[in-house]
């Protein structure tokens, strides 16, 4: 079979090119995945902190140091919202106090559970986390993070990648280019 050097360079760039979307984009869904499982399991970190810390203010219905800790727990831009509910529904304590002594729905729960809500009109995710003196539910505590902030964080880093992809994509062709072009053609002769 009979190539020219520009039918060989064509088809070497068109085979990086290929191998390298690929692997960008088997790598922009690892980096994808694995940052949103970041956020999640820091997310629930934080509210585990804020269920087991708020046991004993709960016991002692010490809503000061409550609020404290919800305060705490909520601080972060990324996150919209803190509160404790007991468990026939009532908000003990709640990060925007216009909330607090509401009544609102129980989720009772052993085990933490992720809830896709939306809150000021933003799409966020809603971790309830129970508070449990061994098999004893004393209430929940709910931390809701705004899928924007963790979506900017993916999106910035995959940005960072795409970038990385096209330095790479560009050393890799001209490399590609000089090789071939110091090479003599394989039909003179």
Not at 16 to 35: E, H, K
């Amino acid at each position: 079979m009979h190539f020219n050097r520009h039918s060989l360079l064509f088809r070497s760039y068109l085979l990086i090119i290929v191998i390298l979307t690929s692997g960008l984009l088997l790598t922009a869904n690892i980096v994808n995945q694995m940052l949103e499982a970041h956020f999640n399991e820091e997310a629930t970190r934080h509210i585990s902190i804020l269920a087991n810390g708020s046991i004993d203010d709960l016991l002692a219905k010490d809503y000061g140091d409550m609020e404290s800790w919800v305060k705490a727990t909520a601080s972060h831009d990324a996150y919209a919202f803190a509160f404790i509910q007991s468990p026939s529904g009532k908000i003990l304590i709640h990060s925007d106090l216009g909330y607090a002594g509401m009544q609102k729905k129980p989720i009772n729960t052993t085990i933490p559970l992720y809830l896709r809500i939306h809150y000021e009109d933003q799409p966020a995710t809603e971790i309830i986390y129970p508070i449990l003196i061994e098999d004893t539910l004393l209430g929940t505590a709910h931390l809701a993070y705004y899928n924007q902030y963790r979506n900017s964080l993916i999106k910035s880093t995959l940005t960072q990648l795409a970038v990385l992809f096209v330095a790479l994509l560009l050393i890799m062709l001209t490399g590609l280019y000089l090789l071939i072009r110091r090479h003599p053609s394989s039909n003179s002769g």
